[in-house]
Nanobody, 121 residues
Protein backbone atom coordinates (compact mmCIF):
# COMPACT_ATOMS: atom_id res chain seq x y z
CA UNK A 1 0.00 0.00 0.00
CA UNK A 2 1.38 3.37 -0.97
CA UNK A 3 1.81 6.15 1.60
CA UNK A 4 1.49 9.77 0.54
CA UNK A 5 3.03 12.95 1.92
CA UNK A 6 1.86 16.38 0.79
CA UNK A 7 3.89 19.57 1.03
CA UNK A 8 4.10 23.06 -0.41
CA UNK A 9 1.21 24.74 1.31
CA UNK A 10 1.43 28.13 2.96
CA UNK A 11 0.05 31.64 3.22
CA UNK A 12 -0.24 33.64 0.01
CA UNK A 13 -2.04 36.79 -1.09
CA UNK A 14 -4.91 36.65 -3.54
CA UNK A 15 -3.58 36.43 -7.07
CA UNK A 16 -0.48 34.58 -5.96
CA UNK A 17 0.76 31.08 -6.73
CA UNK A 18 1.76 27.92 -4.91
CA UNK A 19 2.94 24.51 -6.03
CA UNK A 20 1.92 21.51 -3.98
CA UNK A 21 3.78 18.21 -4.09
CA UNK A 22 2.56 14.71 -3.26
CA UNK A 23 5.34 12.19 -2.77
CA UNK A 24 4.58 8.48 -2.60
CA UNK A 25 6.50 5.82 -0.73
CA UNK A 26 5.69 3.27 -3.37
CA UNK A 27 5.31 3.04 -7.11
CA UNK A 28 3.00 5.96 -7.85
CA UNK A 29 2.89 5.09 -11.56
CA UNK A 30 0.57 2.20 -10.69
CA UNK A 31 -2.18 4.64 -9.72
CA UNK A 32 -4.22 7.48 -10.96
CA UNK A 33 -3.76 10.33 -8.51
CA UNK A 34 -6.00 13.12 -7.35
CA UNK A 35 -5.99 16.28 -5.29
CA UNK A 36 -8.88 17.12 -3.00
CA UNK A 37 -9.46 19.93 -0.52
CA UNK A 38 -11.49 20.56 2.60
CA UNK A 39 -12.33 24.00 3.92
CA UNK A 40 -13.46 24.56 7.52
CA UNK A 41 -17.06 23.48 8.00
CA UNK A 42 -17.29 22.04 4.50
CA UNK A 43 -17.08 18.58 2.98
CA UNK A 44 -13.99 17.42 1.15
CA UNK A 45 -14.23 18.21 -2.54
CA UNK A 46 -12.48 17.09 -5.70
CA UNK A 47 -9.92 19.48 -7.19
CA UNK A 48 -8.00 17.64 -9.93
CA UNK A 49 -6.88 14.19 -11.03
CA UNK A 50 -4.39 12.66 -13.42
CA UNK A 51 -4.13 9.21 -14.96
CA UNK A 52 -1.20 6.82 -14.41
CA UNK A 53 0.63 7.96 -17.51
CA UNK A 54 -0.25 11.61 -17.13
CA UNK A 55 -1.96 11.63 -20.50
CA UNK A 56 -5.37 12.63 -19.16
CA UNK A 57 -6.33 15.16 -16.51
CA UNK A 58 -9.57 16.27 -14.94
CA UNK A 59 -10.44 19.44 -13.01
CA UNK A 60 -13.23 20.83 -10.92
CA UNK A 61 -14.94 23.74 -12.65
CA UNK A 62 -13.89 26.08 -9.86
CA UNK A 63 -10.17 25.63 -10.63
CA UNK A 64 -10.13 25.14 -14.42
CA UNK A 65 -7.72 27.49 -16.09
CA UNK A 66 -5.99 28.32 -12.78
CA UNK A 67 -4.67 24.99 -11.48
CA UNK A 68 -2.54 22.41 -13.30
CA UNK A 69 -1.93 18.85 -12.16
CA UNK A 70 1.15 17.00 -13.38
CA UNK A 71 3.30 14.05 -12.40
CA UNK A 72 6.85 12.78 -12.50
CA UNK A 73 6.67 9.01 -12.15
CA UNK A 74 10.45 8.71 -11.91
CA UNK A 75 10.22 10.75 -8.70
CA UNK A 76 6.96 9.14 -7.49
CA UNK A 77 5.56 12.66 -7.26
CA UNK A 78 2.40 14.44 -8.35
CA UNK A 79 2.20 18.23 -8.39
CA UNK A 80 -0.56 20.79 -8.24
CA UNK A 81 0.42 24.18 -9.62
CA UNK A 82 -2.03 26.76 -8.34
CA UNK A 83 -2.14 30.19 -9.95
CA UNK A 84 -4.44 33.18 -9.52
CA UNK A 85 -5.33 32.00 -6.05
CA UNK A 86 -8.50 33.28 -4.43
CA UNK A 87 -9.57 33.45 -0.77
CA UNK A 88 -12.12 30.71 -1.50
CA UNK A 89 -9.24 28.35 -2.35
CA UNK A 90 -8.29 28.34 1.33
CA UNK A 91 -8.43 24.76 2.57
CA UNK A 92 -6.40 21.74 3.59
CA UNK A 93 -5.29 20.02 0.39
CA UNK A 94 -4.96 16.24 0.25
CA UNK A 95 -3.71 13.82 -2.37
CA UNK A 96 -4.98 10.30 -2.86
CA UNK A 97 -4.49 7.41 -5.27
CA UNK A 98 -6.93 5.42 -7.36
CA UNK A 99 -6.19 1.95 -8.76
CA UNK A 100 -9.09 2.25 -11.20
CA UNK A 101 -10.30 5.01 -13.47
CA UNK A 102 -9.94 8.53 -12.08
CA UNK A 103 -13.63 9.15 -12.76
CA UNK A 104 -14.51 6.60 -10.07
CA UNK A 105 -14.33 9.01 -7.13
CA UNK A 106 -15.17 6.35 -4.55
CA UNK A 107 -11.97 4.48 -5.34
CA UNK A 108 -9.59 7.20 -4.15
CA UNK A 109 -7.73 6.20 -0.99
CA UNK A 110 -4.44 6.14 0.91
CA UNK A 111 -4.97 9.75 1.90
CA UNK A 112 -2.03 11.85 2.96
CA UNK A 113 -2.05 14.09 6.04
CA UNK A 114 -2.78 17.22 4.03
CA UNK A 115 -1.13 20.60 3.59
CA UNK A 116 -2.75 23.90 4.55
CA UNK A 117 -3.26 26.57 1.91
CA UNK A 118 -4.40 29.98 3.09
CA UNK A 119 -5.16 32.78 0.64
CA UNK A 120 -5.54 36.26 2.09
CA UNK A 121 -7.60 38.97 0.43
Amino acid sequence: QVQLVESGGGLVQAGGSLRLSCVASGRLSSYGTGWFRQAPGKEREFVAAITRSGATTSYADSVKGRFTISRDNAKNTVYLQMNSLRPEDTAVYYCAVNPYTITFMGAFGSWGQGTQVTVSS
